[in-house]
């Protein structure tokens, strides 16, 4: 398989299957819930260029391990702490692409570069991309799948951005929200923090197929050996034809627009905080999100679906 050169991965794994056909990159912070630090995104972005330079690899899976395939952007773990901070352990990307600046440009440029404009550059990989996904997927974690051509998920599965009811924020960096939820439900979903289930995720058309959790990985791999099988030139135009049929249906612009509405909701935040925190709080109406209250499903005829908190996600 292509190799860029890259050092030894301390956030994600990458398994080579069927004689380099397909590759399966797993988030591999199982402990923090697969939350995406800023190492974690670098070495994904450089797994899946490497993916996407083997003419090998005719489909690349998207997977976590642990409970859960992502809980979103790391919103305070030691690790993120010591990346961002200067430092012998900062990473290097908070020195460029924006992170020398100051104010709202530094916070539009870093976020341009590691929140928005990779997912796009995934959503355009030219090889067919599955999430394999698991648990709660949270805000960044809808990112992470939507940016793949198709998505698998265990019946365990829930979706849900709580970064409105949460951060006080209009959505994550990439809002693919209307167009995989559909517009009303995603003004729910976000007024509200409250989530959907796989089998809900699949009558919308947003999910594939749904397998039981024991047997996620070995049925995800047979639907990509399935894919794999089509010639490429077939695969990848198919994929052309559906993204670029998006495109002109205004997605890559409702994209550009709504990064730049997601950096004024941070503004005003920045402006309004004394410790000038680029998100809401306390005083603001917004619950800490350490201790806010557990995302509960939406259902059609509560306001709020009532839930033991055994039944209830983890916060």
């Keep these: ?3 860029s050169g890259m050092p030894d991965r301390k956030f994600i794994t990458v398994e080579t299957l069927d004689e380099g056909r397909i590759v399966r990159i797993q988030l591999n912070r199982p402990k923090a819930r697969n939350a995406q630090n800023r190492g974690l995104l670098v070495e994904l972005d450089e797994a899946f260029r490497d993916a996407e330079a083997d003419d090998q690899v005719r ?14 952007h790391d919103m305070g773990s030691s690790v993120a702490m010591s990346e961002r901070e200067p430092g012998p352990d900062q990473h290097p990307t908070y020195q460029i692409d ?9 916070q ?6 590691y929140f928005f404009q990779n997912t796009r550059r995934w959503r355009d990989l030219r090889k067919i991309t599955i999430a394999q996904v698991q648990g709660d997927v949270y805000a960044a974690g809808l990112m992470l799948m939507w940016s793949c051509d198709l998505i698998v998920g265990a019946d365990n599965a829930r979706f849900a951005d709580v970064v409105g009811t949460r951060l006080g924020m209009c959505g994550v960096e990439y809002f693919a929200h209307p167009w995989e939820f559909g517009p009303r439900k995603t003004k729910e979903l976000m007024l509200t923090g409250d989530c959907i289930d796989v089998h809900e995720a699949h009558a919308l058309g947003m999910v594939s197929k749904v397998f039981s959790l024991e047997e996620l990985p070995d049925r995800t791999l047979e639907f990509a050996r399935r894919i794999a099988q089509l010639p490429t030139m077939t695969a990848l135009l198919i994929k052309e034809s559906v993204n670029q049929t998006l495109d002109n249906m205004g997605f890559s612009n409702a994209l550009n627009a709504c990064f730049t509405l997601h950096q004024l909701n941070h503004s005003h935040w920045i402006g309004v905080n004394d410790d000038k925190q680029p998100r809401g709080k306390e005083d603001s109406g917004i619950p800490n999100w350490r201790t806010a209250p557990p995302v509960v499903p939406a259902v ?9 908190p055994t039944d209830a996600s983890v916060r």
């Excluded at 924006?98 to 530094?106: D, F, Q």
């Excluded at 059609?300 to 033991?308: E, G, H, I, S, Y």
Aim: proline share 2%; glycine share 14%.
């Design 1 to 3: 398989m292509y190799d």
């Design 59 to 72: 489909v690349v899976i998207l997977a976590g391990t642990g409970p859960m395939f992502s809980s979103g």
């Design 98 to 106: 924006g992170g020398t600046r100051v104010g709202a440009e530094r």
């Design 108 to 113: 539009m440029l870093q976020e341009w570069h």
């Design 300 to 308: 059609k005829d509560q306001v709020r679906a009532d839930v033991t």
